[in-house]
């Protein structure tokens, strides 16, 4: 199994009580930001992903949000680009470009592209369609999404893998000359992963003979993440082939201490803050028209309660949603999901919500030394 | 005043297939609704029903209308009426429309009015003002909509008190899902369309709440100085839904 260190550089150091008065991060007024923190918090996360490269993990990833303490990497690009530099063997992964946010997918193309040739062919590419609230924060209009970004996707890898100059006449987005400089290093492209909260829509695109690109199911109770790897499994059954184990990922936060309960103990402000305060976001915000299916939209809606309430650490670490323990716990549970669910790929969130840098240096230390060498023999 | 009974139809323009209702007898009036639909019969239809052929369709991608491929924006929707008045050989017709189907009304005049005989924009969203902004319908949760279009929250109660069909939540998202599809970027407005409104060359009225909190009364200055010769009526007590609100009132200046 191929294990993914994956960060959102938080704005860590929000206000708790500001976000919970103003009952989301996301368009938390930036009076409550500090760029001198900001600063701060920028560099410490950096040197925890190349920390990771240090430990041992296959991969390191990063990805995009806007206008929000949840995640401070309006752009991937800068925080890859900066990671492609200091590293020197792992992966990096962009999880992902939020795709139908650009008015031009070149530009992704492009960036993508220069990454993959400064790191000699180490990039993941990640593409997603960003998360409903950066819809209302970007004013991009939500019921054209799935079309931009599949029309941004056939842009972005016909640039990496054809000729130029060609023409590209689709109906979002239009380019006379397409003719990249330059083009990614791997052949025929970059990887490409698709993280995913969970749809059949993306599932059948992911899937397709003509992709098989990674499904990766982000932040979910193991039954949903179950149920979703299986649908992915039996999709490409019905497109008439075998899904290597390569094209599933989980990711999930996860925090290792010495023993269960202390590392329950460490570990439950900072989750639930994550939990409760950075995920938060109101039900109108979360799923703008046209972002999923009516018939998605209405099943969210029903299970508004469960959805939007808060969780504690506890029914967390029961559902699925966060693993936490010793060693031997962690190690225990992912061998029992991998058992069940075969995925290829692992991505932890070593660093989440409030958590300091000590017990996220100790979490990846542990999850590193203690865990992973286990987890990276199963296949 | 006797009951006006409109018929229930549907027409099929563009491969649309329309839901219309029909009442009452005169001139033609197309009665253009809003983000929220037309889902009723309310009572400032019958009123109109006794003096016109009030005429209260559903719009491409609203209500019990067909949702057609071809709705991508508000241009499409002003073409679509466009045909529907030809294909229903509707002449010397009164378009009155409400926020959204003001909106749609001055589309339609700005590049065709031989079978429109004038305009009445009520509380009409189309176009961008300095220093007034629109609600933001889309991160109001629809409860909030809902107390926001009203003055007289007793009406705003007396509709979140309405029973909640399967039906018509299935609606309600169709209807959301083609606002947004029209109206999210750029919000609510046209940003070409001042330039055209000096070609709309038939008379306009203009009807406005004074406590209107979608689309706040400031815009009024703006269609003013677009629209010179508009008469323009603003009434008191009134939130964004004049017709609703001031059923008497509305009917009144529409016939005047």
Known sequence: ?379 | MGEMRFTDTHVEVDGCRTHLRRGGSGEPLLFLHGASGAPVVMPFMEKLAQRFDVLVPEHPGYGLSDEPEWLENIHDVAYFYLGFLKKLDLKNTLVVGSSMGGWIAMEMAVRDTSRIKSLVLVSPAGIAAPGVRPADIFLMPPEEVVKNLFFDQKLAQARLAEPVTPEAIDIALKNRHTTARLAWEPRLHDPFLPKWLHRIDVPVKIIWGREDRIIPVGFVKEYQRLLPKAQVHILENTGHLPHAEKADEFVELVCR
């Not at chain 1, 998605?296 to 936490?324: H, P, R, W, Y």
Request: glycine fraction near 6%; charged fraction near 20%.
């Open chain 1, 1 to 379: 199994m191929q294990i993914v260190l994956f960060h959102l550089m938080p704005y860590a150091e929000v206000d708790i009580a500001a976000a919970r008065a103003h009952g989301t991060v996301w368009g938390l007024p930036n009076k409550h930001y500090d760029a001198s923190v900001a600063h701060r918090l920028y560099n410490r996360f950096l040197d925890e992903l190349e920390y990771g490269e240090e430990l041992g993990f296959d991969a390191i990833s990063v990805n995009e949000h806007h206008q929000t303490a949840y995640g401070l990497m309006p752009s991937p690009i800068v925080t890859a680009s900066a990671l492609a530099r200091r590293t020197k063997k792992v992966k990096i992964c962009i999880l992902g470009s939020a795709l139908p946010l650009r008015s031009h997918p070149m530009m992704v193309a492009e960036e993508h592209a220069m990454i993959d040739v400064i790191s000699g062919g180490r990039l993941i590419s990640g593409f997603v369609r960003g998360i409903g609230a950066e819809y209302h924060t970007f004013g991009v209009n939500p019921t054209f999404s799935h079309d931009r970004f599949h029309e941004a996707h056939d842009l972005i890898v016909r640039a990496w893998t054809e000729k130029g100059p060609f023409a590209f006449e689709g109906h979002h987005y239009r380019v006379s000359y397409v003719n990249l400089w330059p083009q990614p290093l791997q052949k025929p492209h970059p990887p490409i992963w698709i993280p995913s909260q969970g749809s059949k829509e993306t599932i059948d695109w992911a899937a397709h003979p003509d992709r098989r690109y990674t499904y990766l199911q982000t932040f979910s109770p193991t039954k949903v993440v179950a149920r979703y790897l299986k649908m992915y499994r039996d999709t490409c059954t019905g497109f008439g082939y075998t899904a290597k184990d390569s094209q599933l990922g989980w990711s999930v936060p996860v925090y290792v201490g010495t023993d269960d309960e202390s590392a329950r103990r460490e570990a439950k402000t900072h989750f639930e803050n994550f939990r409760n305060v950075f995920v938060r976001m109101p039900l109108e915000m979360l799923l703008p028209p046209g972002y999923t299916s009516r018939e998605s939209l209405k099943n969210v809606m029903k299970a508004k309660a469960q959805m939007f309430g808060d969780v504690t650490i506890d029914q967390a670490i029961e559902l699925g949603l966060f693993v936490c323990g010793s060693p031997a716990t962690v190690l225990k549970s992912f061998q029992s999901h991998w058992n069940e669910m075969r995925f290829g790929n692992l991505l932890v969130l070593c660093q989440f919500g409030t958590l300091p840098a000590d017990l996220t240096r100790k979490n990846m230390e542990l999850f590193a030394r203690e865990v992973m060498p286990a987890l990276k023999k199963l296949s």
